[in-house]
């Protein structure tokens, strides 16, 4: 994770506040689901940087994906490569700065498109 | 029947074909006549085993006998002494010396929470196999009688990890680091399923879907539980996480197809569905060898790997 240096507080801060302002906003998914988090509908393209898996040595992938939904807990993203369990990926999703999220599943929906089931994490000793 | 009952009173079954002659095990060594539910003194022990013993043995039909369960260190020690390491012992005596080394073991590390463990008695297991499979050509029929075929924990796992070991050398695969890391792999490979309550693992009738959820899990409850440890290799980690993939993308699982998959797990797909129909299960009896190639080839290149299963119902098919 060396590539990318961590988020400040402050930054995070802000991007959590921005995350609530998104799902406070957006209409709730699978109310009686019984998920810690309800989820909202969240479509949009976003900037990415996907590291590699167990902090490989191959560079961090700088790519662009698509959101589908969102929680306090985590995301759900559109990208056309399968991830790894516990890969670690950066997101833009706000002026604030980067969030982190790691992979917690992956399941392909199409070809050359996997939906992927990410929760939000903090690095960097925060 | 007779086995699992003289096993719930304390006795292991040693295989006839894994004592050597001349040797000297350190325990008593008991057989069961027919007709009897008992074990009697077969050998006490300090007192050893001839050729013409072992003979004797063979020719009745005797390919069991049994130690107490207090004995196994000793039976274990017995092995790596005699049979294990000893190059003149022909590979299928050895296979199964190696077999019963690591069942204890690996029972062992299996029923607590030490991941280390199970790796370690992975990795010894998978570097010893791979040197009696790289070492002499084994026909599939000899090691297809003397590999049991029960489906439990251990017997499956090691069972893959066999075939899967000797796929690998008739595809091409020579060196027998390689070899023995693919091995240690296949024996890992259902480590996931440590985490499926045994009521689902063995249930006789069909899996409700919540049920059926919990089995699709075990590949990627077994990658999380590996994945940051650094003495597997990608190949390993890739066994453990995709062996349920199927070239079509219709597995789990991610749903990858063919391109995404490792060469290994591609193969131990193969050798794991070929062991699962093979053996006996609670809900049905094993169909018959020829049978499993036939549906290995009816959905080669759908879901199984055409190259893996070709090589694979060749050796089956050569020897059946």
Known sequence: ?126 | MATASLQSRGYLPVATASLCPASVLDCDLFIQRPGCAYAELYRGSTYPLESADIEALRSDGVDHLYIRAEDANAYREYLCQHVLHDASVPPMARMQALREVTRVAFQDALSGSDCDRIVSVASDFGSDLASVVAERSIAFGELYTTLEHDYYTFTHVCNVSVYCTMLAHKLGVCDTAGLGEFAAAALLHDIGKRHIPPRVLNKPGKLNDDEWELIREHPATGFREVATRDDLTWGQLMVIYQHHERIDGSGYPCGVPADEIHPWAKICAVADVFDALTCHRPYRGPMPKQDVCDYLKKYSGVWFDAEAVACWTRQVGGEA
């Open chain 1, 1 to 126: 994770m060396s590539q990318m240096p961590p988020p400040s507080v402050a930054a995070m801060d802000e991007a959590e506040a921005q995350i609530d302002l998104l799902v406070n906003s957006g209409t709730e998914l699978d109310a009686h689901e019984g998920r810690r988090f309800p989820r909202f509908h969240y479509q949009s393209r976003i900037r990415a940087t996907v590291y590699p898996f167990n902090d490989g040595a191959s560079a961090p992938l700088e790519c662009t994906m698509l959101t589908r939904d969102l929680s306090r807990g985590g995301i759900n993203l559109l990208h056309t490569d399968p991830l790894l369990l516990g890969q670690k990926i950066a997101l833009t999703l706000s002026e604030s700065g980067p969030r982190f999220v790691e992979v917690m599943w992956c399941r392909r929906v199409a070809h050359r498109c996997y939906s992927l089931g990410c929760r939000f994490i903090r690095v960097g000793g925060e």
